[in-house]
């Protein structure tokens, strides 16, 4: 399978730069995969399209505030996004992104906020990273709060005006460095409406990692390694998801990362079991799906990891297709861009 075969003209202006205001007025274009058609609506509209027995997953990953923004102590200006804890479980060490990365060397040091976060630079690890040993008084976390910034993605070029507009009105469980964008579209009054139809509505987690922001390399798909991601399905989950399957209910899964984390997740009798761990599931054609039976999805950008997936899950020309239609209708794409409900 070619990456090729995964390309589309996408017109810039076309990337949304700003979230939709309020949320659920972002356009909702439905697939239905049986008949191969499409209806263009309002994502508000989603109840309509929901049933009593339904089971909606949600993401319920925070983005933390972790792009800093210093200077080396030799001078000159560095950007480092932490990644995640070092494995070692050693609280003050970082897996870290810097840029510009070539000018930085194991054992420089860096400082952030005029000294209110130092940090020592450690070898670089298998993954790509740096490791940062970091130097603070205090908590951590609310010191990212402080000085830190939320990250976004790079395609993104206007500033963020509130750091709230990249998180889920559900995000409880800190850990990613980029949001699960299909969940941004949700307001508290829809998911009430949602659960008045007598739709469960129940969280997973998965810590989206820098990975997201990297493009397929390989030519040939199958060379394409995804990088591992924290995920747990907690007991209540699998029990409600279990619940719907024996009562004929769908489970609508939100985003790409909640269809990886519950097929990841999947035993071999197309439940879910409660699980975490890390996983490196990479989703293209050809996949069996054996939890996901709808799903609610951005559009994605060209040659990217999520477009394979909702190719995988629709099938890529009937994809492509949409898209193509998606790009007439000047429907915004990417994180902060429309949404598609496939069915």
Avoid at 85 to 102: F, I, K, V
Avoid at 173 to 196: K, M, N, Q
Avoid at 269 to 298: C, H, K, M, Q
């Amino acid at each position: 399978m070619h990456l090729a075969e995964f390309d589309y003209e996408l017109p810039r202006h076309l990337i949304a730069q700003t979230p939709a205001r309020p949320r659920d007025s972002a356009r909702l274009l439905v697939l239905h995969r049986a008949r191969g058609t499409l209806e263009h609506r309002i994502f508000r509209d989603l109840p309509e399209y929901l049933r009593s027995g339904d089971v909606l997953v949600v993401n319920d990953t925070r983005v933390l505030p972790v792009r800093l923004r210093g200077r080396r102590d030799s001078g000159g200006r560095v950007e480092a996004l932490l990644v995640r804890p070092d494995d070692s479980g050693t609280a003050r060490t970082w897996e870290a992104l810097l840029r510009p990365g070539r000018r930085v060397r194991a054992g420089s040091r860096l400082v952030f906020s005029d000294g209110v976060l130092r940090a020592e630079v450690g070898p670089r690890t298998p993954r790509g990273t740096w490791l940062l040993h970091l130097e603070y008084r205090g908590e951590l976390r609310e010191i990212l709060e402080r000085i830190g910034e939320v990250p976004v993605p790079p395609y993104i070029e206007a500033p963020l005006r509130d750091p709230s507009d990249y998180q889920t009105v559900y995000a409880e469980r800190d850990g990613a460095v980029a949001a699960p964008t299909a969940g941004l579209h949700f307001t508290p009054g829809l998911l009430d409406e949602l659960r008045r139809c007598g739709v469960a509505v129940v969280s997973i987690t998965l810590h989206v990692g820098p990975g997201t922001f990297r493009p397929v390399e390989s030519e040939d798909v199958s060379g394409h390694r995804m990088e591992a991601e924290y995920y747990e399905v907690r007991p209540e989950a699998a029990r409600a998801i279990a619940a719907a399957r024996r009562e004929g209910g769908r489970v609508v899964v939100v985003g790409t990362t909640g269809v990886r984390t519950l097929e990841s997740a999947a035993s071999d009798g197309e439940t879910v079991e409660p699980r975490s761990g890390w996983t490196e599931l990479f989703i293209t054609p050809g996949f069996t799906f054996r939890v996901t039976d709808a799903l609610i999805t951005n559009f994605h950008l060209p040659r990217s990891t999520p477009l394979l997936l909702v190719c995988a899950f629709a099938g890529r020309e009937r994809i492509l297709e949409a898209y193509a239609e998606a790009v007439r209708r000047g429907y915004r794409f990417a994180s902060f861009g429309d949404a598609m409900l496939i069915l």
